[in-house]
């Protein structure tokens, strides 16, 4: 032991600086744990550990190092050094872990493996390849991960390959019609944004709002930053910019269909398309209040892109729809959802004295829709227009309204030409009605409990051609009782044109039998517009 005292000694340089290390180590781990100051081991009775100085140091004194024991015997061909057969001079046997060298007389540890073998490595990989690949042809066959495709397979068998290859196609087909980036690629090009002015004769100072710059980005100049009067001149009458709305091009000629709400009253209507900036001034060919449609010309030297009318009868709920407008001003503004359901009827109060939109047949979806996009289409996956966006609910969030195609294509033509849009029989009677209660019973004088009076009715209508009057009380009609007025409206409203009722009436306190025929309100209007 020596070779080994004068090898590790504390006089030895290499011992001193690797101490040195070691604590030097330790002060840096401590530190990273604690917050400061070096790190002081168990001490003795004086605060030190015998051969230490204050921080851990070695004091010079000779350290005896002795062999490790083996730990475990091994066998020889797995750990054995160049000596293989020769112990360690503390009585181990062959292949200890660890060896000492007869030149050094240092304990070292012998760092040698085992040799692997690459042929075992390639094998092993080959036969993973091959179990990987079993596994996915039996799930292929089993039709695991595309079970779709089970009944088209079922269908074409005995087919032969052709049959398998056009059942792919269906199954590729309805799996994956399209997605929102190819619907938007596709018809965005053919989705205008609509401006509206209406002409000022300049002796008001108009909107006193116009100052703001936030106020005139929304609704004074345009979105491209053209001044709202632009294209005026000194001495023609000054434009106002009076909306904002959507279209879109059905035909490549430059027709447009939008809402009629959109350019209801404007004097001047300009159309910009997407990929021109400059926009066109439009000519209004035909529109219906009713129907709230419209339909725009506009003229160019080459054709227009434009997208084509699906069919809204074939759309199931649930399916993914896209809507593109211009919401608040924010040019092509791209929205997805769903269908929610078909059918919905809604009604929005009329303005200026207009009478009210009655909606029918709507369809009703979840993606965005806000001012700004009514007019614009709602799409389905194969790019087609399947509605036209109309309206929104104000009071939730997810609820909008598109105008079907197929009410679109049935008066389609009539707008093109510029004609009246046939409008469809709505039986009506001509007076205003309310539910009677206990209150208004008091006040007519009556016992009645249960009925509908009359508030007013309409001149040269059917109920005024019948002799009902004011305040008369509806009890029922054909002897059925109708507690209130909406059940008696309902009633009304599933007859038709034509059919006669006999109304149950009570007047003054003596009941009367008023035989009355269902009238047509949009005939009773016309012929009221043509005696004014």
Not at 149 to 167: F, I, K, L, M, P
Not at 420 to 441: D, N, R, S
Request: charged share 20%.
């Amino acid at each position: 032991m020596d070779d080994q005292r004068n090898r590790f000694g504390p006089n030895n340089e290499e011992q001193t600086n690797e101490g040195q290390e070691h604590q030097t180590q330790s002060s840096d781990s401590s530190s990273y744990y604690y917050s400061y100051g070096p790190f002081k081991s168990i001490s003795d009775g004086d605060g030190q550990r015998e051969g230490q100085d204050a921080y851990g140091q070695h004091g010079a004194q000779e350290v005896e190092i002795t062999a490790p024991q083996p730990v475990k015997q091994v066998p020889a061909p797995s750990y054995a050094s160049g000596a293989s057969g020769q112990g360690n001079g503390n009585g181990g046997g062959k292949g200890e872990s660890f060896s000492e060298k007869n030149s050094g007389g240092q304990w070292n540890f012998n760092n040698s493996k085992p040799k692997s073998s690459v042929k075992t490595v390639l094998l092993s990989f080959l036969a993973g390849m091959l179990v990987i690949t079993g596994l996915m042809f039996a799930a292929d066959r089993a039709n695991l991960f595309t079970p779709d495709t089970v009944a088209s397979q079922g269908a074409d068998s005995g087919a032969g390959s052709s049959g398998g290859n056009n059942a792919a196609t269906a199954v590729s087909a309805s799996s994956n019609p399209g997605d929102v980036t190819s619907v938007v690629d596709q018809a965005s090009p053919a989705v205008t944004l609509i401006e509206t002015f209406v002409k000022s004769d300049g002796s008001s100072q108009g909107n006193p709002y116009m100052n703001d710059p936030i106020y005139r980005f929304f609704f004074g100049d345009l979105p491209n930053g053209r001044s709202s009067s632009e294209g005026s001149s000194n001495d023609s009458p000054q434009l106002i910019q009076s909306g904002i709305g959507s279209g879109f091009i059905f035909d490549k000629s430059g027709y447009i269909l939008t809402n009629e709400h959109v350019i209801h009253g404007a004097d001047v209507i300009q159309v910009t398309l997407q990929d021109n900036k400059k926009p066109y001034e439009a000519k209004l060919l035909g529109s219906s209040y009713e129907l709230d449609l419209a339909v725009l010309k506009i003229e160019g030297d080459k054709d227009f892109p434009y997208v084509e009318l699906g069919n809204s009868e074939d759309l199931k709920v649930g399916e993914w729809l896209v809507a593109i407008g211009n919401p608040k001003g924010f040019e092509h503004t791209v929205t997805a959802g769903v269908l929610s359901s078909k059918e919905r009827s809604i009604e929005i109060a009329g303005q200026n004295g207009e009478e009210d939109r009655n909606y029918e047949h709507l369809l009703q979806t979840d993606a965005s829709i806000n001012p700004g996009n009514s007019g614009g289409p709602l799409l389905n996956m194969n790019g087609e227009v399947i509605g036209m966006n109309v309206a929104v609910s104000a009071e939730a969030q997810g609820i909008g309204f598109a105008i079907p195609s197929e009410t679109i294509l049935e008066v389609l033509d009539y707008l093109k030409n510029g004609q009246e849009v046939p409008k469809e029989p709505v039986p009506f009677i001509g007076a205003t009605l309310g539910t009677l209660t206990p209150q208004i019973a008091q006040q007519l004088g009556t016992d009645v409990k249960e009925g509908t009076y009359v508030d007013s009715v309409l001149y040269r209508s059917p109920a005024y051609e019948a002799d009902l009057r004011q305040y008369d009380i509806i009890t029922g009609v054909d002897g059925t009782k109708y507690a209130t007025h909406n059940e008696l409206v309902e009633f009304i409203k599933s007859k038709k044109v034509g059919d006669k009722i006999t109304l149950n009436v009570v007047r003054n306190g003596k009941k009367l039998d008023l035989p009355l025929t269902i009238g047509d309100r949009n005939e009773y209007q016309a012929s009221q517009k043509q005696q004014q």
